[in-house]
């Protein structure tokens, strides 16, 4: 069973005014002029790359960091780039106000724990301050404290993330 409580800096995805960036699509995510890259070790370096002030967001990001991010984030296709991008990278997990669909799915199926926040962007966290996710609760505690109420992961989402993604997942069943 992998760890329940995961604990990382944050990237809290705002503009250059502060304000949270909302309907972040799977375009600005990852970029159709890198599809033909098919390593996923590679893709990590395009994270972002069409998003404006977050171009640089591969240098500056490191394994174990996790991504707060805005309403309806990963709105649009069903690129499995957007998501293999943040997992190449080593973020641990995506805390967000809400979900494109399809996204929401490649993600949790991807085995990238997925934590549902409505309203998180109304805390004081800020890019930089250190955070821990109680996957099963939702609790999000800061220096502690328990700062935040978001929706705890599913049965299902738990075990595909324990298996490391659906494929997993299915092989085990079977």
């Given at each position: 069973?992998?760890?329940?409580?995961?604990?990382?800096?944050?990237?809290?995805?705002?503009?250059?005014?502060?304000?949270?960036?909302?309907?972040?699509?799977?375009?600005?995510?990852?970029?159709?002029?890198?599809?033909?890259i098919?390593?996923?070790?590679?893709?990590?370096?395009y994270a972002f790359s069409n998003l404006p002030g977050?171009?640089?967001?591969?240098?500056?990001?490191?394994?174990g960091d996790i991504l707060i991010v805005g309403q309806n984030f990963g709105a649009g296709s069903s690129r499995q780039q957007a998501v293999d991008c943040f997992i190449a990278?080593?973020?641990?997990?995506?805390?967000?106000?809400?979900?494109?669909?399809?996204?929401?799915?490649?993600?949790?199926?991807?085995?990238?724990?997925?934590?549902e926040a409505p309203g998180?962007?109304?805390?004081?966290?800020?890019?930089?301050?250190?955070?821990?996710?109680?996957?099963?609760?939702g609790e999000i505690f800061r220096d502690g404290n328990l700062i935040f109420k978001a929706k705890p992961m599913s049965k299902v989402a738990l075990d595909i993330y324990d298996a490391g993604g659906i494929f997993e997942y299915g092989n085990k069943m079977s």
């Amino acid at each position: 069973m992998k760890p329940r409580i995961l604990r990382g800096r944050i990237w809290m995805l705002r503009d250059s005014q502060g304000k949270r960036i909302d309907n972040v699509d799977t375009d600005m995510i990852f970029h159709n002029r890198y599809l033909y890259i098919t390593d996923v070790k590679e893709m990590g370096k395009y994270a972002f790359s069409n998003l404006p002030g977050w171009e640089d967001f591969p240098q500056k990001a490191k394994p174990g960091d996790i991504l707060i991010v805005g309403q309806n984030f990963g709105a649009g296709s069903s690129r499995q780039q957007a998501v293999d991008c943040f997992i190449a990278l080593g973020i641990v997990a995506i805390v967000g106000e809400s979900f494109g669909a399809i996204y929401k799915r490649n993600v949790i199926n991807s085995g990238l724990p997925l934590i549902e926040a409505p309203g998180i962007f109304n805390t004081d966290l800020k890019t930089g301050d250190v955070i821990e996710i109680n996957l099963e609760t939702g609790e999000i505690f800061r220096d502690g404290n328990l700062i935040f109420k978001a929706k705890p992961m599913s049965k299902v989402a738990l075990d595909i993330y324990d298996a490391g993604g659906i494929f997993e997942y299915g092989n085990k069943m079977s």
